[in-house]
Each structure stands twice: as structure tokens, then as C-alpha cells.
């Protein structure tokens, strides 16, 4: 392991050996790298496509791509998130933000590969929802979440050992974030609770913390994983609770570092996570760019911190900047706080509109980027060719109760 590579622990990732693919345990220890800081000969780790990658600069790979794409046909089907490279979107069939991906997938099941451009979390709730004949591949296995990331299989039972320890452990309902790792949706469906999306998941607590009587699960208190952004926008701008009904479950301190007390007392229980794309907007950046283009209308994402939520005019999930974007009125202008490729391609495809992104240093998920067009290529060629590569699977057992707690989200009322 790299001396260079920060030591962070990744969950349930899928490691290659000798070319198939295996579910790792729980909480195996994998370095995260820093992208373009270090040359590590495991920064490709899993990744078995060393030396057959093709050249970023081969002036045949969109052709390369076309050619692949044709042959596999109908027996593959390429999603793309939202925040994909330009390069690699033009080859998707469907595009969406996670959960509406891996239900795409769920309803082509004539589709044997599902080639998932987007990072780790996502391929591995699509192997959930597919069925078992259809295999799932992420063209990069490197393409993680640093937020999913934040919250460990370890890092979360102990969590909850300490609630049982202070008799609270009754009285919580897990719910995590799409952006989590298998490992932490089976435990939160162990434990009765839900997944959510940044769409759904005022619907999400409303249902943990509601009357039984009328179809809530009557908790008192939610433990929200793992992006606590998220879990305070919703709570306090959404239904109306105060700052001091949170408070942050630090992994890394003794009793995450809050005081029993104060855990008895509070509503929501945030654990200490965050997106590394969203987490770098700042209040004075919306100040600047109000400054900077009088009269222009601000949108971020609710993974923002809660101070950027508050200084902007609108807050939606992936899906709502894009409506809202597309709906507004020709000459309205807009600082939109979200990944820069969606970005992007907002102000590409709204030209009548002036779109700009909220910090004036730019910035794409790291991650997100790892899928360029050599490994699509590369994976698509791969397949093509009878060889099956970096597929993710998710093992039984964590993926019925990963997706008892997904089910619960589409029931939600
Ligand atoms: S944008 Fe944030 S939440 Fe999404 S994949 Fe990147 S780090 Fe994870």
C-alpha cells in the first residue's frame, strides 16, 4: 500500500482476482487516492486492465466505442449518471441519478450486462434491484464515493452498540442516503429503516419519526447516514425542526464524540459524512457570484452546507436543478451549487440561458471522472469479446436486506 495513499476504509468493495470478480468483507482496508498526486502502482487496483487500456489519445476510440456498443447490442445496456464526463454520456441509453438508473436496469431484463457509468454505490444497488441472470460492471472498479466511503460496516455497528449500551438503540431508526455502500442499506434494513433519496427523504424522516397509527414507524430519534448535510437541510428546513434537534456522530471519537445527554435528547443523529463535490460551495460564494451578475437566481443541491442551502434561492435534488433549469424563462441566469459536468451540460443545453457554476474554481467529482472513454471502451470491448470484467456483486445475504430497506422506500407513504 502506498506510503502517499490516505488509509480510509472502503466497504464491501469488489476486488479482482485473476480477471473475476469477488465481494470483498466487510470493512477491507484500501487506500483512496488522491487523483493525480501520486503515482501508485495499486491506483488501479482491481482494475485488470493495465497495458490493454487504450490511449486516451487513440484518435479511433470513439469508433473503438461505436464498433463495441454494436456488437453487444441488445445484451448490454449503458446507463450514465448525471455527473459523467460529456465523452462517456454520448454512449449511455438512459441517463438519471442513481436510483432512477438501477430501476432502468431493473426493467430492461433482456439486458445480460448492465455497464453502470457511475461509482461504486450505484452499481451495487443496481446487482440489488436486476435480476440474478444480469451482470452488472463499472467500467473503473477505482470509481468510489468519498462520501459513501465515510460510513463503514464497523464504523456503523459500533455506532449502534453504543445506543444499546445507553438504552436509546429502541427508540432510532436507521435511514441512509442512496449514497451508501450495500453494507449500510442491509443494516439499515435489519434494523427497520429506509433508504432515501435528496428527493424523497423529508418522506423518509416524516415516516421514521410518524405516528404507527397513521403508518410512521414512531421513532424518536433517526440515525442519518451518511451524508449529514443532507439530514439537517431536510430536518430543519423541511420540517421544521431547530439546530439543537441535531446533532454529528463523529466515527472517530469515543462515543462520536457527543455527550450521552445530548444523544438521549436529540431528534436526529447525523453521522459526520459529506460530499466532497457539494461540501465545497461556501456561503460567500453565492455572495460573490449575487455581486458578480445582478438578478441571477441561485440552486444548489441539498448535500450543500446548510449555510450555502440558506443563502440560496432554490434547493432540489439532481433531478429538480435540471426541470428547474429547463422550465425557467429565456434570459434568467443561474449559479447552480452541483457537479460540474451536469453543469455543464445545463449551460450547453439551455443556451438562451446564462448558467453558471456557484465557485469560480472548478471542480468535478474526482470519482465520478475515473469513468472516461478508454475504460468504457475498454469494458464494452471486453464484454464484446466473451470476457466478462469488473462485474459487482453484491452477496445474498446483504442484498435482501440492502433491498428489504430499499423496498421500504418505495413504500413509502
Ligand atoms: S458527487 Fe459527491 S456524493 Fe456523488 S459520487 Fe461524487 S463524492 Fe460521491
Not at 433482456?110 to 461509482?119: L, N, P, R, T, Y
Not at 462520536?256 to 465545497?280: Q, Y
Not at 465520478?368 to 475504460?375: E, G, S
Amino acid at each position: 500500500m502506498s506510503s502517499a495513499a490516505s488509509q480510509l476504509t472502503i466497504a464491501t468493495r469488489t476486488d479482482q482476482v485473476d480477471g473475476d470478480a469477488v465481494t470483498s468483507p466487510h470493512d477491507r482496508k484500501l487506500p483512496l487516492l488522491v487523483l493525480g498526486r501520486w503515482a501508485d502502482p495499486n491506483s488501479e487496483r482491481g482494475v485488470s486492465c493495465t497495458g490493454a487500456l487504450p490511449e486516451p489519445s487513440d484518435p479511433a476510440l470513439v469508433e473503438r466505442a461505436e464498433r463495441a456498443r454494436a456488437a453487444l447490442g441488445d445484451r448490454a445496456f449503458v446507463l450514465g449518471h448525471h455527473y459523467q464526463r460529456d465523452e462517456v454520456i454520448r454512449f449511455a441509453d438512459v441517463t438519471g441519478d442513481s436510483f432512477k438508473l438501477a430501476r432502468d436496469a431493473a426493467a430492461k431484463p433482456a439486458a445480460e450486462f448492465v455497464i453502470f457509468c457511475g461509482v461504486h454505490f450505484m452499481a451495487e444497488s443496481a446487482d440489488i434491484l436486476t435480476s440474478a441472470s444480469q451482470r452488472v460492471i463499472l467500467p473503473d472498479l477505482a470509481a468510489g464515493c468519498s462520501m459513501a466511503d465515510m460510513a463503514t460496516y464497523n464504523q456503523v455497528e459500533e455506532c449502534w452498540e453504543t445506543f444499546e449500551d445507553l438504552d436509546i438503540a429502541d427508540a432510532v431508526v436507521p435511514v441512509t442516503y442512496m449514497n451508501s455502500s450495500a453494507d449500510i442499506k442491509a443494516f439499515t434494513g435489519r434494523h427497520g429503516g429506509t433508504v432515501c433519496t435528496s428527493s424523497n427523504a423529508k418522506r423518509a424522516l416524516t415516516w421514521a419519526l410518524g405516528d404507527p397509527a397513521a403508518g410512521g414507524r414512531g421513532a424518536g430519534k433517526v440515525l442519518f447516514l451518511p451524508d449529514q448535510h443532507l439530514g439537517r437541510n431536510t430536518a430543519v428546513l423541511e420540517l421544521g425542526m431547530s439546530l439543537d434537534d441535531c446533532v454529528v456522530w463523529d466515527p472517530r471519537k469515543p462515543y462520536g464524540g457527543v455527550e450521552p445527554d445530548a444523544l438521549r435528547r436529540a431528534t436526529m443523529i447525523l453521522w459526520k459524512g459529506h460530499c466532497s463535490v457539494h461540501g465545497r460551495f461556501k456561503a460567500a460564494n453565492v455572495e460573490e457570484v449575487r455581486a458578480r451578475v445582478p438578478g441571477i437566481n441561485v440552486i444548489v443541491h441539498p448535500e450543500c452546507v446548510h449555510d450555502v442551502v440558506l443563502a440560496a434561492d432554490y434547493i432540489g435534488s439532481t433531478e429538480k436543478i435540471i426541470s428547474t433549469i429547463e422550465q425557467a424563462p429565456a434570459g434568467s441566469a443561474w449559479a447552480v451549487g452541483t457537479e460540474l459536468n451536469l453543469v455543464q451540460r445545463l449551460a450547453h443545453s439551455n443556451p438562451d440561458k446564462t448558467i453558471v457554476f456557484l465557485d469560480k474554481t472548478v471542480c468535478f467529482c474526482s470519482t465520478m471522472n475515473r469513468i472516461d472513454l478508454p475504460h468504457l471502451v475498454w469494458a464494452m470491448e471486453s464484454l464484446a469479446n466473451g470476457h466478462v470484467v469488473n462485474q459487482i456483486t453484491v452477496d445474498p445475504q446483504t442484498a435482501g436486506q440492502a433491498r428489504a430497506a430499499l423496498d421500504q422506500m418505495l413504500a413509502l407513504p
